[in-house]
């Protein structure tokens, strides 16, 4: 299992907005939500906030990595 990343005050981060997926993962707005439109990428609304959990990005990079090694 991959460890849960924290803010600076310890408490463990459960999700990204989009501007920080971006920024967690080094891709660019339009391209998140392209993948969030094909279903390649899950996410969700809360309180009126595109919400993607942190296991989306851990996973997004492992898939980049398995791809690059083929």
Known sequence: MTERPTLKNGLPIFAYDVNDFCLAV????????????????????????????VEEAQRIVRAALEFSRA
């Open 26 to 53: 080094g891709i660019g707005k339009t391209k998140v939500y392209e993948m969030i439109n094909d279903g390649r990428l899950k996410s969700g609304i809360l309180e009126g906030k595109r919400i993607i959990p």
